[in-house]
């Protein structure tokens, strides 16, 4: 037996070209040049409460920068992150904070509350008519890679936001007029975990959301975030012969091939932000024997709900054709775990974000300076239409760290991580404030959210 290769020693590849990402670099640069968000031309809360929120998040900047770097030593996987629970647990706790942990239907699940102030509400004593706000965390880590996503970075700057908040009203009660949500949201990586705690409940009764992202050369006010479903086909035939009776089989293998390439054929036909990745997992297992089974796996990604449905149905077809072609069955199943849907940014909320990171000494970009395509998805996108929200990105690395990497990963653990925690825990705990203490503000978001479209009913969307 004789092996070729097209060289000696090992098989060569071509290089993957850097042009089109030195194009984009190019545009980027650009564009940062003439872009610059517009702030906010609402109130807010008043400068000495943010005076003395800042003190407050400075006070525990120590605190959360020890609990980014256990939860950076200590990732956990979707659904598993029971000791990165437990440590958060214990944070608010050691403030004197109730915290439940397991709630909403998740294991790993946190949620802890300021309340109002007494004597707001309604007569019973209720919270209704009260504004309540979520703070939002994540803490799940990616398999082989830690936390190359920074969500260890994403608890501290929710949890940091929240505990300032708590001690401001624990000092003076009207300092915050309304009700705080902590929300510790499990399994967002390859998952939807903040979809299943939707479902039972955890976004009920809210006036708005908000978190914040680790990112890689840019502090933005906004970003394209695209939605995503999940998709296993399987191709049903008839095994054969190979060689003495392959007339009396139906290649299932066959019918995967013909999907697969009817993908890439149809993509030239979908809008440029449309994603599509698929493999074939199972397609038999000896050349001699016609298939009778095949298994894709595919994700498909959107823009926007209604172009992800539109996309969904188009892909169903290819699996349909490719199938009929093939003279085979095949059975469809979306969504093991339930679809995201694209980020809905509120602006009105957006806007006091941008002042708040510019009185850090940070200036986010808007919208458009990083290129759509350069776009992932999150299951914040279920929370930001179902109530307004907003999900910012922040710097903690340079440009060339890319997410989902073992160097972001190192970034996640930096004193760049550690800056950008205190700003992103300020920068949300004032955004809240602010929305709070000035009911233009939240009238605003809460008209922006219904003129956009108002909620989706999520589980139902795409029936």
């Known amino acids: 037996m004789s092996t070729t290769n097209s060289g000696a020693g090992t098989p060569q590849h071509s290089e993957v070209s850097t042009a089109y990402l030195d194009q984009l670099d190019e545009e980027r640069e650009v564009a940062m040049r003439q872009s610059v968000h517009p702030g906010s031309s609402f109130s807010g809360a008043p400068e000495t409460l943010h005076d003395r929120l800042e003190q407050r998040v400075a006070e525990g900047a120590e605190e959360m920068a020890a609990l980014m770097l256990d939860l950076g030593e200590h990732p956990e996987v979707a659904f598993e ?132 992202h680790p990112y890689g050369g840019y502090d933005l006010a906004d970003q394209v975030w695209l939605g995503r479903r999940t998709l296993t086909v399987e191709f049903h035939g008839h095994t054969a012969h190979a060689s003495a009776q392959p007339f009396m089989g139906r290649n ?53 709900p209604e172009t992800l449905k539109d996309l969904s149905r188009r892909v169903e077809d290819v699996a349909r054709g490719a199938a009929l072609m093939a003279g085979v069955g095949v059975t469809i199943a979306w969504d093991e775990h339930p679809p995201s849907l694209p980020v809905r940014t509120n602006e009105a909320l957006t806007g006091r974000w941008v002042l708040a990171q510019r009185r850090r000494g940070r200036d986010p970009l808007p919208l458009g300076v990083v290129s759509p395509s350069l776009a992932a998805s999150t299951d914040f996108g279920n929370v930001s239409y179902r109530i307004p929200g907003i999900h910012p990105l922040i710097r903690i690395a340079p440009a060339d760290a890319a997410l989902h990497t073992r160097e972001f990963a190192a970034w996640a653990v930096s004193d760049e991580a550690r800056s950008a925690a205190a700003d992103g825990a300020y920068g949300l705990a004032a955004t809240v404030l602010d929305a709070l203490h000035d009911p233009e503000l939240a009238r605003a978001a809460a008209e922006e959210f219904a003129q956009a479209g108002g909620a989706i009913d999520v589980p139902a969307y795409f029936d």
């Open 252 to 304: 299932a293998l066959d019918a995967a091939s013909l999907m697969y390439q009817g993908i890439g054929l149809m993509r030239q036909q979908t809008p440029p932000s449309d994603r599509i990745h698929a493999v074939i997992r199972e397609g038999g297992e000896r050349a001699s024997v016609i298939p009778d089974r095949a298994r894709l796996d595919l994700y498909v990604r959107s823009q926007r």
């Open 81 to 212: 992150e029971h000791r990165s629970a437990a440590a958060i647990a214990a944070v608010l706790e050691a403030h004197g904070i109730t915290a439940q942990v397991g709630v909403h239907g998740l294991a790993t699940a946190v949620r802890a509350e300021i309340p109002a102030p007494t004597g707001t509400g309604s007569a019973d004593g209720s919270a209704e008519g009260v504004p309540t706000f979520a703070i939002l965390s994540e803490y799940d880590a990616l398999p082989g890679v830690g936390h190359g996503c920074g969500h260890n970075v994403i608890a501290v700057m929710g949890l940091g936001a929240f505990l300032a908040l708590a001690e401001l009203a624990r000092e003076d009660p009207s300092a915050v007029p309304g009700r705080v949500v902590f929300l510790g949201t499990p399994a967002e990586e390859g998952h939807t975990g903040k979809e299943y705690m939707a479902r039972e409940g955890a976004f009920e009764d809210l006036d708005g959301a908000v978190m914040a």
